[in-house]
């Protein structure tokens, strides 16, 4: 494995799954589309990779009330597409260096070209140290610092992930922002129980006026925290299926203003999170 960050393992070769977060009481849908590649280069020093990728989502935002109070067809449909730059390296005492640098953008592209608003940026800088015992059993520790303005969080967060294999049938991984219990069925099946952060914000271009505000809407936000169950199959070596139902237990969206104040509450109930996709792995 190259190393892990929060939005995805850039040990993912390839990958392509669909979320969805179901209609609710405030007849919202949610939907994201999302497929990825990533291609190790290895270097001349023993141990070190760079990494080329991209990660390109689609989001549809589906609003059933009749009469709101903006444009709904404004917020129905947004583009997202980072460009990969990843490195990694061996240190001292079985501790390895992983940084990742992820520009892109996030928008709604009504106006049809892109502009300096539209630009995210992610970064992750981990430090990762992997040891392995007897009897199959092993644990790897990850310290670091992740920050993305495509995540639906407007600030760095820790990366602290603790993942121990402690029988030849159940593991663990404690850590921000991604905590889970595995248990392994079989060389082919494994179930997770896990409670993560989710997220998704976006430039509005042009931005859009809501009923009663003097300001204008630039920014769409989402802004999850969920727990629910993971089923993973392995098809064949590095190739695998996943399938998550889960539960919001926090599930805000919002139209902020550029200064990132809170305009508008679209969604803030709690709802069904199902998610389906195959990746294939180093």
């Known amino acids: ?28 849908e949610y939907t994201k589309s999302r497929g990825l590649f990533n291609v190790p280069i290895k270097l001349k020093k023993e141990g070190e990779y760079l990494l080329l990728g991209l990660d390109y989502s689609n989001v549809q935002l589906i609003i059933n009330r009749e009469n709101p109070s903006f444009d709904k067809e404004l917020i129905n449909d947004f583009q997202s597409l980072d460009l990969t730059l990843g490195y990694t390296k061996p240190l001292k005492n079985n501790w390895r260096l992983g940084v990742r640098v992820k520009p892109g953008f996030s928008t709604n592209l009504t106006a049809n070209n892109l502009s300096f608003e539209d630009l995210v940026i992610s970064a992750d800088v981990v430090f990762i140290r992997e040891r392995e015992f007897e009897n199959d059993k092993k644990d790897r520790l990850i310290l670091g610092v992740t920050y993305s303005q495509n995540r639906g969080y407007f600030f760095p967060l820790p990366f602290i992930s603790y993942y121990k294999k402690f029988h030849k049938k159940w593991s663990y991984n404690l850590g921000i922002p991604k905590t889970n219990l595995q248990y392994h069925l079989s060389s082919k099946h494994r179930f997770k129980l896990s409670t993560e952060l989710d997220g998704f914000t976006a430039n509005l271009q042009n931005g859009i006026s809501i009923d009663g505000q003097n300001d204008i809407a630039r920014i769409l936000n989402v802004s999850t925290i969920l727990g629910g169950l993971q089923y993973e199959y392995h098809i064949i070596n590095h190739l695998e299926f996943f399938a998550q139902a889960a539960y919001t237990f926090t599930n805000n969206i919002r139209l902020r203003t550029n200064n990132r104040d809170n305009l508008f509450t679209i969604n803030n109930e709690s709802s069904l999170f199902l998610k389906t996709g195959i990746r294939l792995k180093i």
Do not use: G, W, Y
């Open 1 to 28: 494995m190259l190393f892990t960050t929060s939005n995805a393992q850039l040990s993912d070769l390839a990958r392509l799954d669909f979320t969805i977060i179901p209609e609710n009481n405030s007849k919202v």
